[in-house]
Each structure stands twice: as C-alpha cells, then as structure tokens.
C-alpha cells in the first residue's frame, strides 16, 4: 500500500471490502460493538498470564509480535467502521476526550 495512510482512507478501505462481500447489513452498531469486544478480549487473552516485565517484551518474540499486530489491527478496524456508521471523527473524539482528562486531572 503506497497511499498515504490516515484514518479516512482506511475507513474508505474497510467500506469497500465490507461493500464488496455485502456485508453492510450486518455492520450495525449493535454488531460492530460485540465484534469490537471480542477482537479487545483476544488482546487481552494475548496478556493475561504475562508478568509485567514479559508484557513489556512481548514484541521481542516473532510469533506473538505477529498476533499482538493482528488484533490491534482487528479492534482499530471495528472501532474505524463503528465511527463510520455513527458518524464520529475518532481523532476529534479523543482530542476532546484528552481535552476534559487535562481538566479533570490537572498536572501538579
């Protein structure tokens, strides 16, 4: 992929496949929440039984660097087509989001 990589081209990306199969009908919010969830979960899986020092090395091991890329890029997808469908700018999102973090929890 040559093209310049940003949120609205891979959204454009994941609307074409999605259209190409068909699958618009199931790309509800209520469906593309449960499947965000699950794709989170097999992060997490990823984790669950790592101490705090195997954690932060879990990228050294080619296997496991590979399946962490694979449902990150899994919860981004299903999180880039929720916003799709319910019309959310994520990037304005979380830059409004870190905006009431800065208040609510101000540096000392």
């Not at 080619?62 to 449902?71: G, K, L, Q, S």
């Not at 981004?76 to 208040?103: F, H, M, S, T």
Request: proline share 6%.
């Amino acid at each position: 992929m040559t093209e310049h990589l940003d949120v609205a081209t891979l959204q454009r990306r994941l609307a074409e496949f999605a259209a190409a199969r068909d699958w618009q009908p199931y790309h509800t919010p209520k469906n593309l929440v449960s499947a965000l969830s699950v794709e989170a979960s097999e992060l997490v899986e990823i984790f669950q039984w790592l101490t705090p020092e195997e954690s932060a090395r879990v990228m050294d091991e080619p296997d496991t660097a590979h399946r962490v890329t694979d449902e990150v890029a899994d919860v981004l997808a299903y999180l880039l087509q929720l916003c799709e469908v319910l019309g959310i700018d994520p990037l304005a999102a979380l830059d409004a989001k870190i905006d009431r973090n800065e208040r609510r929890f101000p540096a000392s």
